[in-house]
């Protein structure tokens, strides 16, 4: 069974990068069956998809953040990573990865536990 | 970018009632449409995906219709886990993916 398991940093300053990274189990991340992404959610509020990587390295990002957020991948660790700079107190959410098909018409199943960012000085 | 909408945004239900939840997209999403529950302290979880849809493991009590820019989902038959808050995503035009703001199913 598919998990996804975030890890990162929980406290960030504001106007620093934000360095997160998502460990795939259970199956391969360079399958060509699938995308990988990431979804956030502040607290108390609702999903905002960021962006989704390819493992051959495409990527499409939500156009809100895109001059701030990159995302690569490293198949050789089974893992993806996500940057998100120049912080501020917006940015504290919960941070998801999740596994999409590589499709253009895509869903998102299964998601990580997510871990919560607090940018604050 | 296609705004989705849900309504209402707290539904209270007494168990074993029915619920009916509504999601409205901004533009026609054809039937490319999911629904996802989330328990507190918890990722979401995905129920519903092409409109219709039940995913691996979502009871029979879950059910989506809709087609265009109108959906619902209903859960005939509330269990006292059922009560969460559900998201609808469009995924016909992206990006963005886009997600509804949520609607809290409540006990009564």
């Known amino acids: 069974q598919l998990q996804l398991q975030e890890s990162g940093p929980g406290l960030v300053k504001p106007s620093e990068t934000l360095s997160l990274t998502c460990t795939v189990s259970g199956g391969s991340i360079s399958s060509s069956s699938y995308y990988w992404g990431w979804i956030r959610q502040p607290p108390g509020k609702g999903l905002e998809w960021i962006g989704t990587i390819y493992y051959s390295g495409g990527t499409y990002y939500n156009p809100s953040l895109k001059s701030r957020v990159t995302i690569s991948v490293d198949p050789s660790k089974n893992q993806f990573s996500l940057y998100l700079s120049s912080l501020s107190a917006a940015d504290t959410a919960v941070y998801y990865c999740?596994?999409?098909?590589?499709?253009?018409?895509?869903?998102?199943?299964?998601w990580g536990p997510g871990t919560l960012v607090t940018v604050s000085a | 970018e296609i705004v989705m909408t849900q309504s209402p945004a707290t539904l209270s239900v007494s168990p074993g009632e029915r619920a009916t939840l509504s999601c409205r997209a901004s533009?026609?999403?054809?039937?490319?449409l999911a629904w996802y529950q989330q328990k507190p302290g918890q990722a979401p979880r995905l129920l519903i995906y092409?409109?219709?849809t039940r995913a691996t493991g979502v009871p029979a009590r879950f059910s989506g219709s809709g087609s265009g820019t109108d959906f619902t989902l209903i859960i005939s038959s509330l269990q006292s886990e059922d009560f969460a808050v559900y998201y609808c995503q469009q995924y016909n035009d992206w990006p963005p993916y886009t997600f509804g703001q949520g609607t809290k199913l409540e006990i009564k």
């Open positions: 999740v596994r999409e098909r590589y499709s253009q018409k895509n869903w998102f199943d299964p």
């Open positions: 533009q026609s999403v054809s039937s490319n």
């Open positions: 092409d409109a219709s």
